[in-house]
């Protein structure tokens, strides 16, 4: 049912409910959960790569029919300004390795970049050409317009 006030989808966590205009309303904890879904399961969410993409899945208690329920269960209501954040950053998402963290937090518990295996490539389109030698352009010399003198008595000037 999606009445007024009534919640959205028939979920029944009440995380999710209509708003007088019609539209939906999800709570960031609803939001985080949905993200995390997303990340791993969707291959057209944009960091599926990241997520799904390298095998990072979701505990099968988090899924299905009552997996929000078992998340809000085991993680709690999210807190303002924390975010959903994987422990081990090559491990699953799942309870015992799963918390709220702040941005910050987080920032230090990044996976490593993978070194390039090849060196930078240069910005010229044929390294083996050398590069072309622009010549100094000399500053231009402007000079004032003579100036003949016609009439002393008016003094009346002509360019």
Known sequence: MSRRGKQASGYKHGHTHMRKNGTVHRS???????SMC????????????????RGIAISPRWRGKDGFKNFLADMGERPAGLTLER???????????????????????????????????SSRKNPKRKPKVQKRKQPRTIRAPARDVVDQSNRSMRL
């Open 28 to 34: 960031p904890t609803y939001i985080s959960w949905q």
């Open 38 to 53: 997303s990340r791993c399961e969707q291959d057209s969410h944009p960091w599926f790569h990241a997520y799904g993409g």
């Open 87 to 121: 422990k081990d950053v090559e491990g699953d998402y799942r309870k015992g390795n799963c918390e709220w963290a702040d941005l910050s937090t987080q920032r230090l518990n990044q996976r490593a970049l993978p070194s390039l295996s090849k060196p930078a490539r």
